[in-house]
């Protein structure tokens, strides 16, 4: 086996890889049972769509692709920090509201 087909299988077992966690990460976020299940499946997802972006841009050559994939791992980022703190605050809420139901 020659270095440019190993790449290439790599590349195609690489893809296969990246399509199978996609399609894990959106059956996790249809079925997950809390808001976390769902957050933590949205940021794999993220992770993935950027492993995909580098894939891509070592297939095509494009270089421009792994500009992409930064920006996507930055608003990925900022997605989950978003709404772990909006998760924190309903829970936060939600324990209020008891206290003031109790009282």
Do not use: W
Request: glycine share 6%; hydrophobic share 55%.
């Amino acid at each position: 086996m020659t270095p440019e087909e190993f790449l290439a299988f790599s590349i195609d077992a690489g893809f296969v890889m990246v399509m199978l966690s996609i399609g894990l990460g959106f059956y996790r976020i249809a079925k997950g049972e809390s808001l976390a299940d769902r957050v933590v499946a949205l940021d794999m997802i993220t992770v993935t769509i950027v492993a995909f972006c580098g894939l891509y841009a070592i297939l095509s050559g494009a270089e421009t692709f792994l500009d992409v994939a930064i920006v996507i791992a930055l608003v990925g980022f900022l997605a989950t920090v978003a709404m772990a703190r909006f998760a924190e605050r309903s829970v936060i809420r939600r324990r209020e509201a008891e206290r003031e139901k109790d009282q």
